[in-house]
């Protein structure tokens, strides 16, 4: 028996001697044990109602805990399972040629990187890849599905980097990703 079902009988057993000594002192000399019987199993009936909504209390408070846990426990392996995605083989194929850009970036202008983009039909996927593997870390964030500490930890630099890295390209494709990711460095970088 939990501790809160051991207090409620507690005061219940109290508040039943006292209403059954109170009911034999005030029933007819001849009803005196009748009536507090009655009055008893009453009480006992409703004793038995009260510790039945304590356990179905008890029930629901315990399974909203196991809910909360399963669903912290859900936002990390979430969060695990996109550190492992960036690690995908396809993923990490085409971070390459991003990788190949930071390399030149500050030697190239931004007009040359559109152009070098343009012309490489590679570079090209690779960033759309990329930058949708962003989105997907972003909206997964943003609906909650995710631990947010986790992954700021593991991506918000590099991310960030990345971004930067490739403005000039973004900024020349508005459309709903690319608004997504400048709410995502909008984000990470505050």
């Known amino acids: ?3 809160l079902k051991c207090v409620v009988s507690a005061i219940w057993m109290v508040v039943t001697i006292a209403i059954c000594y109170s ?3 005030l029933a007819e000399e001849n009803k005196k044990f009748l009536e507090t ?3 008893f199993f009453l009480i006992l009936g409703g004793f038995g109602v009260l510790l039945s909504i304590v356990h179905q209390s008890e029930s629901i408070l315990l399974n909203n805990k196991q809910i909360a846990d399963k669903i912290k426990f859900d936002k990390i392996e979430n969060s695990f399972k996109l ?3 960036w690690d995908n ?3 990490l194929e085409a971070r390459k040629y991003t990788r190949e850009i930071k ?3 500050t030697a190239i202008s931004d007009d040359a990187l559109l152009k070098k983009i343009d012309e490489d039909i590679d570079l090209r996927h690779s960033l759309i890849m ?3 593997f962003w989105e997907q870390v972003y909206l997964s964030i943003e609906k909650e599905r995710v631990d947010s500490k986790i992954l700021e930890t593991s991506f918000k630099d590099t991310y960030i980097d990345m971004y930067d890295r490739f403005k000039v390209w973004l900024d020349l494709t508005p459309n709903a990703t690319t608004q997504s990711l400048r709410k995502f460095k909008t984000k990470w970088s505050s």
Do not use: E, H, Q
Request: glycine share 4%.
């Open 130 to 132: 990329t930058f949708n």
């Open 103 to 105: 390399a030149l970036r």
């Open 1 to 3: 028996m939990t501790k």
């Open 89 to 91: 083989p396809s993923l």
């Open 37 to 39: 019987i009655n009055v």
């Open 83 to 85: 550190m492992k995605d």
């Open 23 to 25: 009911t034999y002192g």
